[in-house]
């Protein structure tokens, strides 16, 4: 499996974005695996952000509820994230995982919040 992540850029406090994650290679277990949203910030830990179950169950991070949105289009073996209300501490490099520990990961996507 192979995950290609894109929607990252540069945007100003306030405004919004949407992340996207397609799978490759995932065949028919793409609908049974659960996907997720991690990011990393400069000088900091990867942090997990969202994510959603084989079931469409969301969980979000206390520091994103409220602003983010997680989904999954499993006829497009894809996930998203999208992200309003974003802050300059919402910068980082995100990326996607697939599946159970010790997960699948995306390359990563940048998003930076700026004025």
């Known amino acids: 499996v192979q995950l290609q992540a894109s929607g990252g850029g540069f945007v100003q406090p306030g405004g919004s974005l949407t992340l996207s994650c397609t799978a490759s290679g995932a065949g028919g277990m793409f609908e049974s695996r659960t996907l997720g949203w991690h990011r990393q910030a400069p000088g900091k830990q990867r942090q997990l952000v969202a994510t959603?179950?084989?079931?469409?169950?969301?969980d979000l991070a206390d520091y994103v509820e409220g602003r983010f949105t997680i989904s999954r289009d499993n006829a497009k073996r894809t996930v998203y994230l999208q992200m309003n209300s974003l802050q300059p501490e919402d910068t980082a490099v995100y990326y996607c995982?697939?599946?159970?520990?010790?997960?699948?990961w995306g390359q990563g996507t940048l998003v930076t919040v700026s004025s």
């Open positions: 959603i179950s084989s079931g469409y169950r969301a």
């Open positions: 995982r697939y599946g159970p520990y010790p997960f699948i």
